[in-house]
C-alpha cells in the first residue's frame, strides 16, 4: 500500500498544472527545435537539429512527466459527502 500511495503522489497534477505543462513543452520542444535548426542550417549538419529535439523531448520528460511539488499548488477540493 505504502508503494501505491508514493506512485499516486508522483503522478498527480492539478487542472491548471496540466495546463501549464503542455504550454512550457511545447514551448520548450519550439525554442529547442528553432534553436537546433539554425544552428544545423548554419553548420549544414541536420543531426544538430534531430539531436536537439530528442534532447529536449529528455528533458521533458524529466521536467514535466513527475508529478512534482511545484505543480500541485492548485489542487482540487473536493466536497465532502451528503448525509
Do not use: T
Request: with cysteine; hydrophobic share 50%.
Amino acid at each position: 500500500d505504502m508503494v501505491h500511495r508514493f506512485w499516486i503522489y508522483l503522478n498527480e497534477m492539478d487542472f491548471k498544472s496540466q495546463q501549464r505543462v503542455n504550454l512550457y513543452f511545447r514551448v520548450l520542444i519550439f525554442v529547442v527545435g528553432l534553436i537546433s535548426f539554425i544552428l544545423g542550417y548554419i553548420e549544414q549538419r541536420f543531426y544538430y537539429c534531430v539531436y536537439g529535439i530528442i534532447g529536449a523531448f529528455f528533458l521533458s520528460v524529466i521536467l514535466f512527466v513527475p508529478g512534482y511539488p511545484w505543480w500541485k499548488k492548485d489542487r482540487v477540493h473536493w466536497r465532502g459527502k451528503r448525509d
